[in-house]
Nanobody, 122 residues
Framework: QVQLVESGGGLVQAGGSLRLSCAAS????????MGWFRQAPGKEREFVAV????????HYADSVKGRFTISRDSAKNTVYLQMNSLKVEDTAVYYC???????????????WGQGTQVTVSS
């Protein structure tokens, strides 16, 4: 398994930007599909973005498409989520995940970080 640690969350005004980072330790980081999910208070965890092994193919939830960008730096064993034009409804705990299938389903991801809080104020 791979261990994941997220960082970069915080409080930002609507319209602002944040970049989340997810540092991976352990072996074979390049073998994992990487994803971001989020969970708002009182809601179920939902898919945000996924990135394939090569870092070229991506898929986004409709709610973030055009505003968020997922990327990976294999030399640094790190995956990023650049979030622009943030909205109040983006407020949630954001989780990084690693898996062996390119999927938007949380069931495809076996390793999870502890989460980082993102709060967007109006």
């Amino acid at each position: 398994q791979v261990q994941l640690v997220e960082s970069g969350g915080g409080l930002v005004q609507a319209g602002g930007s944040l970049r989340l980072s997810c540092a991976a330790s352990g072996r074979a980081f390049r073998r994992y599909v990487m994803g971001w999910f989020r969970q708002a208070p009182g809601k179920e965890r939902e898919f945000v973005a996924v990135l394939n092994l090569s870092g070229v193919v991506t898929h986004y939830a409709d709610s973030v498409k055009g505003r968020f960008t997922i990327s990976r730096d294999s030399a640094k064993n790190t995956v990023y989520l650049q979030m622009n034009s943030l909205k109040v409804e983006d407020t949630a705990v954001y989780y990084c995940a690693a898996g062996d299938r390119y999927s938007s389903s949380s069931a495809a991801f076996g390793s999870w970080g502890q989460g980082t809080q993102v709060t967007v104020s109006s």
